[in-house]
């Protein structure tokens, strides 16, 4: 295999709404740099980046794949990227560790929800952009209101570089502005184009859109607009540096017209990609999570950062690397910083989806993969241990969805937990946990497909089975008003006896508060080497729950007096007594169910804010705010939903909106139960304790 240095290396990630087509963009790339012999079909489950089963099944890209091809001397890795929702952690990850990132529109569909996840994820890695109409071979399309809206959403930094002669099935010209050509693509989709000079019909447009381009390069810079002024032009020269200058500086954001399906203007995208994309080592210093700069050569210290880990049979783990300064040699030792431990690196792959080459050295700015890393998970560093550095931990999305899980056979559960354990290494945005509170043991994810993939990914790997349920609610018990309780423990059956008095007050604390046990006592009735007895005896109770097994919060106890004997009383006697008083008492205060409100914010486009406004409400949701995004293309609906209410919401919303909504939540505050429905949840949990 060549051995490329950064220069001449460039790093793509795609990212946009699912359906845009980066998949088959990717597949024509790769065939038209030769990497492949063929073109693929997503239909045809035979593409280079979709190779796992669950992705020929579906159709659609599930996990973060690295292929590469070389393009005028230059190696081009790319990052294809999942478009649904489920699987954006993949997008976060993925996009971490290139410097451009190519945003898909569907000519058909225009900018969509997702477009914009991908635009605010490179605002936040300050990542270059491109954008590419995709699909302009399909009917009725219009470009300019395309690209128009593309301004209205993203800004007037938006540059055309291209435009198609004709959209729909005579879609196969375009006219570049970068060389004022007019590119005619075959119809076999081999992919090389005739370049021709401008017809005259086509040069009154050319020539005005290529002044704003060089225009736009020319503000991008101020001694070039100086010399801009004294000229009224730029030299091609000028213009070549500017351009790449301002594409990597996030000055200007380049469009490119292609169809990937028949593989027309994917050759001129490749072209730009080598001339003016950002090469990784003319990019700034690189910063450390604590501040501190490193330049992305050669001659620096080692930083490589791990951001993807698959597992492969015959394989095992693989760990997806970019190397960001030094060069990361086979046989070397590096020091994860995270981990605080060393690596001894193995085999070091060039990938290409599944397709795997023996390499021995990865130089500043490639991307590659590591074999077999012993402690080294997806988010770490890999450095040198005696000039230490650690980059920024990947910031994954919280979990969507939770499912509670049990085990098919008995005596399963170790392997469920190994299983599951080794696909959060491979999804971090997959989490399993044991929550004592529920008694259940929960998955955690970003979607209702994203879980049944990960259950499926169990019984193929793991060869284990699990059942689904919907996990309990993780209701509080509290009370509304004041209570005395006397109660007396007394148990005499031959032997030593049992006595204990307690009596207690109980009263409502503000939300949030928390239980607080007090004692009142004066004179000598109670020993007080008897409170710690009693405290005992409440905070079981509070753990158990009174009404329907959920924990008790947000009120004062005071044990102010009692009744003790001098032979029979003991630690285990008040506890019993201290525990059924406040049982009692508890009763008595007009005891109430608490559940989780949860704020969550839904962007959707407008013409569904009405359905999914009705939806919130019909869900006991308060509509707190709404604000327009996008110039008023999105709206984004802020309300506070009880989480009994949310359960599997991701797949309502995307029904609802036919898969371009989305949506975040996370914990507000707890509130009290209809009574109503509190009447049902606890008949529930007493029928449920009678069946144990």
Known sequence: MKNYTGESIRNIGTGSHGGAGKTSLVEAMLFTMGATTRLGNIEQGNTASDY????????????????????????????????????????????????????????????????????????????????????????????ESILESLRNRFGHSIILTQFPVETGHNFFKIVDLLRMKLLTYPQDKTGKPTVEDLPAALQGRANELRTKLVEAVAESDDKL?????????????????????????????PVFCTSATHNVGVSSLLDYIVEFGPDPVHMPPFKSADGKERKPIDSEPLTAFIF????????????????????????????????????????????SGKNKHNIDQL?????????????????????????????????????????????????????????FHALHEEDPTFVMKFDPELKQTIINGQGEMHLAIIVKRLKQKFGVEVNLKDPRI????????????????????????QFAEVWMRLEPRSRGEGVEFSNSLVGQN?????????????????????????????????????????????DIAFQIAGKAAFKEGFLQAKPTLLEPIYDIEVKVPDEYMGDVMGDISSKRGKISGMDSAGHGHFQVIKAKVPLAELHKYSTTLRSMTQGRGLFGQKFSHYEEVPFEM???????????????
């Open 308 to 351: 993807k880990t698959v597992s492969e049979a015959h394989v095992g783990e693989l760990s997806f690397v970019r190397v960001y300064s030094g060069i990361l040699k086979s046989g070397d030792e590096a020091y994860n910083i995270n981990q605080h431990t060393s690596e001894r690196v193995g085999q070091i792959f060039d990938l």
């Open 526 to 570: 109670v020993d007080r080497v008897y409170v710690q007895s009693v405290e005992k005896g409440v905070t079981a109770a509070c753990e158990e729950g009174i009404m329907a097994g959920y924990q008790v919060v947000d009120l004062l106890i005071d044990f102010y007096d009692g009744k003790m004997h001098p032979v029979d009383s003991s």
């Open 52 to 143: 796992n089963d669950d992705e020929i099944e579906r159709q659609i890209s599930i996990s973060t794949s690295l292929l590469h091809g070389e393009w005028n001397k230059n190696k081009i890795n790319i990052i294809d990227t999942p478009g649904f929702f489920d699987f954006f952690g993949d997008v976060i990850s993925g996009l971490r560790g290139v410097e451009n990132v190519m945003i898909l529109i569907s000519a058909a569909s225009g900018v969509e929800v997702g477009s914009e996840q991908v635009w605010n994820l490179a605002q936040k890695y300050e990542k270059a952009v491109t954008f590419v109409i995709n699909k302009l071979d399909r009917e009725n399309i219009d470009f």
């Open 363 to 419: 130089h500043a700015g490639d991307i590659g993969a590591l074999v077999k890393l012993k402690s080294t998970h997806t988010g770490d560093t890999l450095c040198v241990k005696n000039s230490q550095f650690q980059l920024p931990k990947l910031e994954l999305p919280e979990p969507l969805i939770s499912l509670a899980i049990e085990p098919k056979s008995k005596g399963d559960e170790g392997k469920i937990s190994t299983g």
């Open 474 to 497: 993780p209701y509080r018990e509290t009370i509304k008003g004041k209570a005395d309780a006397k109660y007396r423990h007394k148990k005499q059956s031959g032997g030593a006896g």
């Open 225 to 253: 607009l100086e010399k801009f002024f004294e000229s009224g032009e730029l030299s091609l020269e000028d213009f070549a540096i500017g351009f790449k200058k301002a594409i990597m500086l996030r000055k200007l954001f």
């Open 678 to 692: 509190a009447q049902k949840i606890i008949e529930k949990a007493k029928k449920e304790k009678e069946q144990e």
